[in-house]
């Protein structure tokens, strides 16, 4: 699926779905399912179109949400301007860091990025005035007016689910999409045409960054906590999962994803305690079996 | 006629191997010069260096006044300083039609945030050069699908868009079979009226047909210049390509 | 700082680096004759601890236990070879960590279905236990210098078996130029396996002789292994040379940097940019010098 008013219409009937049933429960899911769709589309941005894998991105999460939960200790709560500073806080990081990292590709981008995601971690975990590894409760939420409730908190992420759908379609429409694309199948020759990629796709890790501290933000609102296990390699290797679950280069794709890493954690975590077992196999089968199931049922079809 | 391209004295060791022996070269606005020599001799690797993929030890490379020796490849390309690759290297991930409006795009103000897919403005451009260029009929095709003399074709539609002055050409007609090499010849012919030509060729019909000027080279060192017949008929040359007396 | 302490940490850091050393070794052949990357490598170095628990708890030997344990993490190795590790070798890398993730997560949950989440104990042996003098008035864990030696022999006859043995070339070659080896007539898939087993023991013998100095608990090995990650980018991926180099190196460099930083910074701080110094010295190598001090990519040495 790669319309993004397919995938807005498929985002708005699951909300929709979710009001009718009213299960505060269920609509916890949702949001979350919501607010890492976010994050993975952002990963995802950056493998499809740039050629990028990066194990680091939790690093921007965790960004994002202390940003947010900093704020709210320090009464500050207006939505705008706590979402503003934290994604403001994520276009920064990815700034500085991208600037590093971008000079190496492949499996080295990988590892510096994990690097850079170990050293957020422990270094949030040194911040001893937010509670180090403990980290700290968040007394409230953000928003635009009054209390905001669970409701509330799910109608954010799912605009900005929506909004960032849209940016992401949008940039692999533009200029800066086509170039990025072409500098990563053909960087040389793309130079030899007149063309330096490093600004491109500067902006293009910034953007993603910007986009995965936003949900780090948002996720406080539904967590009301905020400690340094946001920004973990686990979670930066289940952003990973999630794109690679719903099928790198699509619209729908993350989206997709991080409802089926959710659903099946929620779903064996009812079953059995020892659930990230099953995770663990299913992520084994999807990425050994995945091609040659797909071709089955192309042989199948024919 | 003035010159457009000057290499000066160039230089360049890989180790204790010298490829590039104090070489020296023009090339004329409007000209085709060809350079030739037997394998080995450094021909790429000087192609590379005006191009600014390899950095010379020592020399000076000036196009059109500017000392462009320091300049990286990008640069260059924005001098208008065009390139084609002996090893094919045009975007897999778009079509013909596209590979064309992405040079053209590079060649410009780049505008980065506006539409890509949706340019018909763009779109149109690029038809006009795939016209010139022969591939009218294929721009719709994936470019790792065009066959091997497409894909020449396609590298010299990318250099046109890149509005080039001056092309630099890796053997062109290489991998190019019979009956299609005097279509590129042709095309190449074509494309005087808008550039300079400096190609690396083995094809010594190709070089006869088109140039206006060779220079050939041999273990890294200039051993005979001029007119493609003055060049024939030099000693050295033939020494060279027919085996010495020993 | 005084000079006891000085020395002390000098031993300490140089006794992580050997086992840091065990533990990246395996990383560096795989990454270097097969180019593929095994995130559950930790995990290897875990099991290696629990067998030990396990194993000593049966038979009530230490050197029962660490026969048995090495055996078994050999096995273990052997069969996630067999089974997933080998239907990667082709896979890009993206791929390769992503798939060694979800064995990561297999590894965790099995060993606390068996054994629970509390720690399992390990016991020295009696005559590995208190201390021998140094030097006057420094005294040093028996243990720990036993670990230093049984390492720095295992590294040795890694030496040799590499540089000096027909499989040793055989490895070098297929680092080097794999169809070259098959042209050979070996069987490329038989090496592969032997390389991945022998990582595989080294891993779980790293995790043995840790095991009554951390605790044995699920996931101990997987914040070892990206430290291991790290050594091998500083010493280039491939070179064994290079990878004993830098295990010692940020072995003394995060062991200094763990006590001074908080002496000097105080507490939470100071840990956490110790934590972070050999993170820090893995990017800045990762932008400066990508093949790292000693490496070519895709050679061992």
């Keep these: 699926m790669n319309r993004p008013e397919r995938v807005t219409a498929l985002i708005v009937a699951a909300i929709g779905i979710t009001f009718l049933i009213g299960d505060p429960y269920f609509s916890r899911i949702v949001a979350r399912v919501c607010i890492f769709a976010m994050a993975a589309i952002a990963v995802d941005l950056l493998i499809s179109q740039c050629g990028l894998a990066s194990f680091g991105h939790a690093a921007f999460f965790a960004a994002g949400g202390y940003t947010a939960g900093i704020f709210a200790l320090n009464g500050i709560t207006h939505a705008l301007l706590v979402w503003g500073a934290a994604t403001g806080v994520g276009l920064f990081a990815g700034i500085v860091l991208g600037s590093l990292c971008l000079r190496t590709r492949g499996l080295y981008f990988l590892m510096i990025t994990l690097a850079f995601g170990q050293m957020t971690y422990l270094g949030l975990q040194g911040l001893r005035q937010f509670g180090g590894d403990d980290g700290f409760r968040v007394p409230r939420g953000a928003a635009l007016f009054g209390e905001v409730g669970l409701s509330g908190t799910l109608v954010a992420a799912a605009v900005a689910l929506v909004a960032v759908v849209g940016l992401s379609a949008y940039l692999r429409r533009a200029r800066i999409g086509a170039l990025v694309r072409a500098a990563r199948d053909e960087g040389r020759r793309l130079a030899s045409l007149g063309v330096d990629a490093r600004p491109y796709n500067l902006a293009m890790f910034a953007i993603s960054a910007g986009v995965t501290a936003l949900a780090g933000a948002l996720n406080v609102n539904l967590v009301r906590y905020v400690s340094p296990e946001l920004g973990t390699w686990f979670l930066s290797g289940n952003l990973l999962i999630m794109v690679i679950f719903g099928g790198i280069g699509t619209l729908s794709g993350p989206v997709l994803g991080a409802a089926a890493l959710i659903a099946l954690e929620e779903v064996l975590s009812g079953a059995t305690d020892r659930w990230p077992f099953f995770l663990g196999v299913a992520i084994i089968l999807r990425v050994l079996f995945w091609d040659a199931v797909k071709q089955t049922a192309k042989l199948l079809k024919s | ?246 | 700082m005084s000079w006891p302490l000085l020395i002390e940490q000098t031993f300490n850091g140089v006794q992580f680096g050997l086992v840091l050393f065990l533990l990246a070794v395996g990383v560096t052949l795989v990454f270097g004759v097969m180019n593929t990357v095994n995130l559950a490598h930790g995990s290897l170095l875990m099991m290696g601890g629990y067998l030990l628990g396990e194993a000593q708890a049966r038979t009530g030997s230490w050197l029962l236990g660490v026969a048995l344990a090495l055996i078994g993490v050999g096995v273990i190795g052997y069969l996630v070879e067999m089974v997933v590790v080998r239907r990667l070798y082709a896979r890009n890398h993206l791929e390769q960590v992503l798939a060694t993730f979800g064995l990561l997560l297999c590894f965790n949950e099995t060993v606390v279905w068996f054994w629970g989440r509390e720690p399992v104990l390990v016991s020295l042996p009696p005559m590995l236990r208190g201390h021998i003098q140094l030097m006057s008035g420094i005294p040093y864990p028996t243990y720990r210098l036993a670990v230093s030696v049984i390492v720095l022999g295992v590294a040795v006859s890694l030496w040799f078996l590499i540089a000096r043995t027909r499989i040793g070339m055989l490895i070098r070659a297929g680092a080097e130029r794999r169809e070259l080896v098959e042209a050979l007539g070996v069987n490329i898939g038989l090496l592969y396996t032997v390389v991945f087993s022998l990582g595989a023991v080294l891993a779980g013998l790293s995790g043995i002789l840790l095991g009554p100095l951390l605790t044995v608990q699920p996931g101990m090995g997987d914040p070892l292994l990206i430290l291991a990650l790290a050594v091998v980018i500083v010493g280039g991926a491939g070179s064994i040379g290079g990878t004993f180099v830098a295990a010692i190196g940020l072995g003394i460099a995060d062991t200094f940097a763990r006590t001074l930083l908080p002496l000097a910074m105080g507490g939470g701080a100071g840990r956490s940019l110790a934590a972070m110094a050999v993170y820090l010295l893995m990017a800045l190598t990762l932008v400066f010098r990508p093949t790292g001090i000693f490496g070519r990519a895709g050679g061992t040495g």
């Design chain 2, 1 to 246: 006629m003035s010159v457009l391209l000057s290499v000066k004295s160039l230089t360049k060791h890989f180790g204790a191997l010298i490829v590039t022996d104090g070489v020296d070269l023009d090339v004329n606005a409007g000209e085709v010069h060809a350079l030739i020599g037997p394998n080995g001799a450094g021909k790429s690797t000087l192609l590379a260096q005006v191009a600014g993929e390899i950095r010379p030890e020592s020399g000076a490379i000036c196009f059109d006044g500017t000392d462009i020796t320091r300049l990286r490849p990008h640069q260059r390309a924005r001098l208008h300083i065009g390139r084609t690759y002996q090893i094919n290297s045009s975007f897999r991930s778009f079509s013909v039609r596209q590979n064309v409006m992405l040079a053209i795009i590079a060649a410009s103000r780049v505008r980065p945030w506006t539409l890509f897919d949706r340019d018909r403005a763009l779109a149109a451009d690029a038809d006009e050069i795939l016209e010139e260029v022969g591939l009218a009929a294929m721009g719709d095709m994936s470019a790792v699908a065009l066959p091997h003399g497409g894909l020449r074709q396609l590298e010299i539609a990318l250099a046109i868009a890149a509005k080039a002055r001056i092309l630099l050409l890796d053997e062109p007609l290489a991998g190019i079979a019979a009956g299609e090499a005097s279509a590129m010849i042709e095309l190449l012919h074509r494309l005087r009226s808008r550039c300079a030509l400096l190609l690396v060729e083995h094809d010594m019909d190709a070089v006869f047909a088109l140039a206006d000027r060779v220079t050939v080279l041999s273990e890294g060192r200039v051993i005979a210049r001029g007119t493609p017949a003055e060049v024939a008929d030099d000693e050295n040359v033939r020494r060279v390509y027919l085996g010495g007396a020993a």
